[in-house]
């Protein structure tokens, strides 16, 4: 039997609405005048951001995720989010321990920390849940505002991956050219 303790997961719920490099920046980058691919340049770009949000261990254009765990900390412990970069808490929610949907608000939050945190307000304790996955769901708000706000450095290790994938459509030993990786390495979050 797999003892749960605070198992965690999480989940895209809200994509961004933008990506940190433009379909005319990649052409400009990797000297494509043609419009024929413009297709599977955008498609690249998505899976050329999505590689380094999973390099880096954070999103990088604002986007709503749903973390889940198993239970809420012991007593006034804190809860440690995946993703920093949170601008808003969307919602606390929890299932009771009579397994009825709830909403936790009495919290204070820290979200400018790595990792960002949430906690009970004073005197106040969390709640006790049921016994199961996704007991809790801390909805929020991650990652840069725009595109504008992104690390130059970050932009420019995507326009690096786009051209390799545009050039190289063959699996590679490397997901990550070595220049890429270099400049993502210094922005790379540690997980704790």
Not at 91 to 99: E, I, L
Not at 102 to 124: C, I, M
């Amino acid at each position: 039997m797999v003892k749960l303790h605070n198992i965690k997961s999480w989940a895209v719920t809200a994509a961004p609405n933008t990506e940190p490099v433009t379909s005319a920046e990649v052409k400009l980058w990797a000297k494509i005048d043609t419009a024929a691919d413009d297709a599977l340049i955008t498609n690249i770009i998505q899976a050329a951001r999505e590689n380094a949000e999973n390099f880096l261990n954070y999103k990088l254009i604002s986007q709503t995720v749903a973390e889940y765990f198993t239970e809420f900390p012991e007593s006034r412990g804190e809860l440690l989010l995946r993703f920093p970069l949170v601008s808003s808490i969307t919602s606390v929610a929890y299932v009771d321990t009579d397994g009825a949907n709830q909403t936790f608000t009495s919290y204070n939050a820290d979200l400018s920390g790595l990792p960002a945190r949430l906690w009970p307000n004073t005197q106040t304790e969390w709640p006790g849940t049921k016994e199961q996955l996704k007991a809790v769901t801390v909805t929020y708000v991650c990652g840069y505002a725009n595109a504008a706000a992104v690390p130059q450095a970050i932009k420019t290790a995507i326009l690096l991956t786009i051209a390799k994938w545009y050039d190289n459509r063959e699996d590679s030993v490397r997901m990550l050219p070595t220049a890429a990786e270099r400049l993502l390495e210094p922005y790379r979050m540690k997980l704790y």
